[in-house]
C-alpha cells in the first residue's frame, strides 16, 4: 500500500509538470501535504515494527531466563540431594552433630519451612560447613516445589521434578535411618526413632554406601536429566519461533526505510524541479533587476505557487521596464528643457546686464543734464523750471532705482551675488540707516523710534546688504504709515548656543490682511493691485530682503494686523561664515608707537609674518613711520584710526583679500582719499599693469562726487588737465561740463586707441575712463597704459554703467595708484613710489 501511495504521488507530481495552462494540477501545497501526509504513515508505520521488534527481542530473552532458571532449579534439586548426602555421610563418619544439622536445615530449606538464603546453590553448603556459620535467613520459605510451579513448566516437564523430588525424599529416610543408627536409636511402630540400643555404625555405613543407596541415588538423577532434555526442547522450539518473527520484522522495516528513502529522493526531486530551479532562476533575474536590467524574464514552468510568482516577476519586470523607460523619456525631455531654461536664463541675464548698460548710458545723459539745467535755473531764478527739473531728477532717480534692484535680483537667481563680509559695529551702522531714511520718515510725518540693546557691539556680515535690508523694511514702513510710528530694534539672542542678532521694524500703518502676508515676498508682488495704485513700488524691495538674509544664513518673519500695521523681523547670525571659508582669529597688527597729529605714517598689510618684517625696514630705513597689519580687519580698524598718508596692500590674503580691504577703503568716507599702492604675487607684468586703475564711478555720476573725486587728484598750483575717454558724446560732454565747470582743461577721446594717441602728444594729470567702447575698450587701454613708464602713474577714474564682475574687478581695483610686484622691483622703486604719495600729500594732493 505504501509503495502504491509513493507511486501515485510521483505520477501526480509528474502529471502537473508538465501539465498545460488550463488543466487540474497539484499545486505545491499540496504535493507537500501528500508527501508528509505518506512520510508520516510510514513512519508511524516504522514505530508500530520497532514496537513489535522490541516485544519479540523481550519475549526471546523471557524464554531464555525461563531456560536458565529452568537449569538452575533442576540444578538446585539435584545439587540438595547431593548436600544431604554429603551431610549425613559426614556426620555418619564424624559424629559431629553440625552435619546433622546442616542436614536438617537443607531439607527445610527445600521443603519451604526455613527461609531461603540470598546467593543460595552451588557451594553454598560448603562455604557454611567450612567457616561454621549457620544459614542468614534473609529470604522468604519458598518450597522448591512451589518454585518450580512459578515457572509454568508443562506437565510433564513438572512431573519429571516430583518425581525426581519423590525419589530424593526417599533417599531422605535412608539418611535419617544412617544418622540413627550412629546416635543408636531404632524406628518404633509409628517410624519414628525413639527406641534406643547400641549404636550401629557399621549398619549406618552399610545403609548410605550400600546397593539400595546407589540405586535410590540413581532414580533421583534420570528424572532430572530426562527435565533437562525436556526444557532444552521446548526452550529451543521458543526461541526459533521468535527468532523467525524477529526476522520478518526486520525485513518489514528495511522495507519501510527504503520507502522512506525513496519519499526523500522523491521530495528533493521535486523541490529541487518545482521549487529549487525557479528559485534560483528567481534570484539571478532579480539579480539583474537589482543591477538595473530589467529586460530579463523567468521561465514559467507551471501553475502552481512558484509559477505563479515567477509570471509576477515578469509581469513587474515588464512594468518597471516600461516605467524606466518612461522616466528617461521624460528625463530626456526635462533635461532639453533644463538645459532651454537655462539657455533662456542665461539669455535673461546677459540681457539684463546688457539692459543695465543700455539704460544707465541714457540715465546718464538724462540724470546729468537735468542737474545742471536745474543748476542754472536756480541761478537765473526760473523757480517753475526748477521744479518741473527737480521732478526729472527724481523720476530718473526712481528708475535708476528700478534698474539697480532688477539686477540686484537677476545676479541673486544666478547665484552671482557674492557675499563681503567684514566687521562693523552695529550701534553706527543702524545710526548711519537712520540718517538715510529720516527724510522718508518726516515725508508722512511719522517718528521714529530706535532701540539698540546695549550688549549689542560687532557683526560680521556683508554690511552693504545688511544696511540695504534695514534700509528696504525702514522705507516700506514709512511709505505705508501716515502720521504714525516707525520704529527699529535690534537685540542679540542665543539659538543652541549660539549668538544670533535679531532686527524688527514695526510701523502703525496700513497692515496686511492675512490671506495676504504669503505674497509680500514675491517678486513683483504686493499685498493687492490697489497697494501698487495709491503707494506705488515694484514689489522687489522685500523679495531681495528676504534672499539677502537667506544669504548669510537667517531669514526674515512678518506678523501683521489689517489696519494696524506690520512688524517685520529678521534672524541672522551675529557671525555670518561665507560658505567653503572659515574665520581665523586676527593676528595682533605689529605696530609702532602712536605716531603724532603731525607725524606722516605709512599703513603696511600683508598677512606673510616675513614680507611684513621686509617691507617695514626698508621704510624704516628711509625714515618712514611704519604700522602693520597682517589682516584685512585689522587693517580696516587702522586706517580708520591713524589715518596713514599711504597704505602698501596685499592682495592674496585670508578671510578679506586685498581687493575687498580696497572697497572697504573706498566706501569709507574718512579712508577713500588714502592712497594705496597694491602688492601682489602676479607672474603677469601686463595683467599686472592692468590692476591700476585709481577709481571706480558708476554711471550715471553724481556731480558731487566727481567733484570731490577731482579735488582729491589735483595738485594744488600744478595743471588740471583731464582726459575723457567714452564713445558716447553725450556722456562725453557732460563730464567736460562738469569738468569745465571746476576749472579743467578737458580732452576727448572717442576709445582706447584714441586715448593713447592724446596721452602721447599731451600727458594729462586725470583720466577719466569708459570701459565699454568699441576699437579698444577701458580693459586693454589700462594694459597699454601701465606698460609705459612715463604714464603709469597717472591716475585713472573708472567711469562705467557695466556691472563688473569679479574677474574684472580683479582687473580694474577701485582705487589704486600704483602696483608692485613682489620681487619686482628693488627698494629704490618701492620708494619712489611712497615718496611720491607722501610728497602728494603734503602739497595737499
Known sequence: ?????????????????????????????????????????LLATMFFLMT??????????AAQARHYTSYKLADELRQSSDDLTRMAR???????????????????????????????????????????????????????QQLMRRMHFSEDEFAKLRESQSHSDALVALEDRAMAAVKGLSADKDGRYTVRSEPALALAGKILHGPAYHRAKAEIMAPIEEFT?????????????????????????????????????????????????????????????????????VPVRGQDEVGQVARAFNQMSQAIEGDIAERDRSAAELAQARESADAANRAKSAFLANMSHELRTPMNAILGYSEML??????????????????????????????????????????????????????????EVASTVEGLITKNENTLEIEVAPSLGDARADLTKVRQMLFNLLSNAAKFTH????????????????????????????GIAPEKLDHVFKEFSQADETTSRNYGGTGLGLAITQRFCQMMGGDIALVSTLGEGSTF????????????????????????????????????????????????????GAGVRVVTASSGAEALRLARSIHPVAITLDVTMPDMDGWDVLRELKADSTTRDIPVIMVTMTDDRGLGYALGATEFLTKPVQRDQLVQLLDRHAKPGSARRALVVDDIAENRELLCRALVDEGWEVNEAENGKLALEQVSQQEPSLILLDLLMPVMNGFDFVVEMRKRDASRFIPIVVVTAKQVTGEERRRLNGGIVGLIEKGGLDQGALLAQIRAQVAGIRDGH
Do not use: C
Request: hydrophobic share 40%; no cysteine.
Open 1 to 41: 500500500m505504501l509503495i502504491s501511495i509513493v507511486a501515485s504521488l510521483d505520477s501526480g507530481i509528474r502529471r502537473d509538470a508538465f501539465s498545460s495552462p488550463g488543466s487540474t494540477h497539484m499545486s505545491i501545497r499540496q504535493g507537500s501535504a501528500v508527501i508528509v501526509v505518506t512520510a508520516l504513515a
Open 374 to 431: 536745474m543748476e542754472d535755473a536756480e541761478d537765473s531764478g526760473n523757480e517753475e523750471a526748477l521744479a518741473d527739473l527737480g521732478k526729472i531728477r527724481s523720476a530718473g532717480g526712481h528708475l535708476l532705482a528700478l534698474i539697480n534692484d532688477v539686477l540686484d535680483l537677476s545676479k541673486i537667481e544666478a547665484r552671482k551675488m557674492d557675499l563681503f563680509v567684514e566687521t562693523f559695529q552695529i550701534p553706527r551702522m543702524i545710526s
Open 483 to 510: 502720521h504714525g510710528e516707525v520704529r527699529l530694534a535690534a537685540q542679540v539672542e542665543q539659538v543652541e548656543g549660539v549668538d544670533w542678532v535679531r532686527y524688527s521694524v514695526s510701523d502703525s500703518g496700513i
Open 52 to 61: 513489535l521488534e522490541v516485544q519479540n527481542q523481550r519475549s526471546l530473552a
Open 229 to 297: 532434555s525436556m526444557v532444552e526442547e521446548r526452550t529451543a522450539r521458543e526461541i526459533g519461533n521468535l527468532q523467525a518473527h524477529a526476522h520478518i520484522l526486520d525485513r518489514s522495516a528495511l522495507g519501510v526505510m527504503g520507502l522512506i528513502v525513496a519519499l526523500l529522493v522523491l521530495g528533493f526531486v521535486q523541490l529541487r524541479r518545482r521549487v529549487i530551479r525557479p528559485a534560483v532562476e528567481l534570484s539571478i533575474a532579480a539579480h539583474r533587476v537589482e543591477s538595473g536590467d530589467y529586460s530579463g524574464r
Open 569 to 620: 523681523t529678521i534672524r541672522m547670525p551675529l557671525e555670518v561664515h561665507v560658505e567653503g571659508t572659515q574665520p581665523d582669529a586676527e593676528a595682533p597688527a605689529a605696530v609702532t608707537p602712536q605716531p603724532d597729529a603731525e607725524e606722516r605714517v605709512v599703513l603696511v598689510i600683508d598677512d606673510d609674518p616675513t614680507a611684513l618684517d621686509l617691507l617695514g625696514r626698508t621704510l624704516q
Open 90 to 144: 559426614t556426620y555418619v563418619v564424624s559424629g559431629d552433630p553440625i552435619y546433622e544439622e546442616h542436614f536438617r536445615n537443607i531439607l527445610a530449606i527445600r521443603n519451604g519451612e526455613a527461609p531461603r538464603p540470598e546467593n543460595y546453590g552451588g557451594i553454598y553448603w560448603d562455604f557454611m560447613t567450612a567457616t561454621g556459620e549457620k544459614p542468614r535467613p534473609d529470604g522468604e520459605p519458598v518450597a522448591l
